[in-house]
């Protein structure tokens, strides 16, 4: 079964900084991967997905990931973070098939000004 | 354009109450899933269903029931509330499990006392 990893639970970056979201995935067969976003008291929103295709993604908001296969991982970026990207990001990873989304733990992105 | 839809958005239980939680989409969406979401652990599927009158258990199923008797609709059931059930619950539709992201309600944010 899949499983997701994000490897940092709090990441604090200064306003214009850039920043970088680790996700790592398990998985025995092909999969289709998805980063979303959750600000404070609302339901999630989809930044990007990978379906197939450029292993670079780009998503809303000037986000991008990179699928790397090799090292089964799918870390989210972005070269300037503004306040407002302040929010929980999550990764999640579908085998192809039947299956459910499985999700990571998440990262709590905090922009300081 | 509502998506998904979650009824009630709050909700205080006492322990041994028994509720249901109603989750609609207007996307006629084939697959539906309902998720808890508690700090640190990220979200946990509870229960999914990939059609209407099918239903399938996820990770953390125990406490929790759930029925599809209308594909537009997908209910979770407490039978005999707990503390540990205390946790916000989001529901998601997808058109299917092929290469579609999922949709969120706004979630629906339970405290048992």
């Known amino acids: 079964a899949q499983s997701v990893t994000q490897l940092d639970s709090q990441v604090p970056v200064f306003e214009e900084a850039p920043v970088e979201l680790r996700c790592n995935y398990s998985?025995?067969?092909?999969?289709?991967l998805f980063w979303y976003v959750q600000y404070p008291n609302q339901g999630l929103q989809l930044l990007l997905k990978?379906?197939?295709?450029?292993?670079l993604v780009k998503g809303i908001n000037g986000f991008e990931a990179e699928f790397n296969k090799s090292q089964t991982s799918f870390h989210l970026r972005k070269p300037s973070v503004h306040i407002s990207d302040t929010a929980e990001y999550f990764c999640a990873v579908s085998e192809a098939g039947n299956t459910p989304l499985v999700f990571g733990k998440g990262t709590r992105l905090s922009v300081i000004a | 354009n509502a998506g998904v839809t979650q009824t009630p958005k709050f909700r205080v239980l006492k322990t041994g109450q028994s509720m249901t939680l109603l989750c609609a989409q207007d996307?006629?969406?084939?697959?539906m899933y309902w998720y808890r979401q508690d700090p640190g652990m990220g979200l946990r599927l509870i229960h999914y269903s990939v059609g209407e009158g099918t239903t399938a258990k996820g990770e953390v199923p125990d406490g929790y029931n759930v029925s599809r008797l209308k594909k537009q609709n997908f209910l979770l059931g407490l039978e005999s509330a707990a503390p540990s059930q205390t946790s916000v619950y989001f529901c998601?539709?997808?058109?299917?499990?092929?290469?579609?992201?999922?949709?969120f309600g706004q979630g629906t944010r339970l405290t048992v006392v």
């Open positions: 998985s025995s067969v092909s999969v289709y």
């Open positions: 990978y379906l197939s295709g450029s292993t």
């Open positions: 998601a539709s997808r058109r299917t499990a092929l290469n579609t992201e999922a949709f």
């Open positions: 996307m006629n969406h084939e697959y």
